[in-house]
């Protein structure tokens, strides 16, 4: 599979142009309807943490994304420019304390670590963040 990537302005209807790029290239690698609705709603949380934290739902700034698959590793690339963020800081949700005082957001961390197999992020202070995830093909 080749890479390709978009770019979007970081509002939040853009997001269906990301995730309708995302969707079709993890059928194309051969992923089931279930796992492109992990890896699609994965994408979709952290471009949305990066819209609304990073640049603070600044309209005019760009997030790229980059899909590539590599034997049966498929990667999406995810950069931005905006303030950086360490995932470390995010604890682990209480999910009962959540379910019982239910609110939005808060949970796209956790979100993405859920539906795809590897999380990871690589910051350049000052510079760009980049945040890569991964989903293996079964076999």
Known sequence: MKKDTIHIESRTE???TV???VSA???DFGFSEEDVGK???AVDEACTNIIKHAYANNPSKDIAITVSGLDRAFEISILDHGVTFNPLDV???D???YR???RRGGLGVHLMRSLMDKVEYEIVPGKQNEVRLTKYLAN
Do not use: V, W, Y
């Open 39 to 41: 890896i699609t709603l």
């Open 19 to 21: 995730r309708d790029f």
């Open 95 to 97: 999910l009962k304390e």
């Open 100 to 102: 019982a005082h239910p």
């Open 25 to 27: 290239a993890a059928k």
């Open 14 to 16: 853009r997001l269906s």
């Open 91 to 93: 604890p682990r949700p």
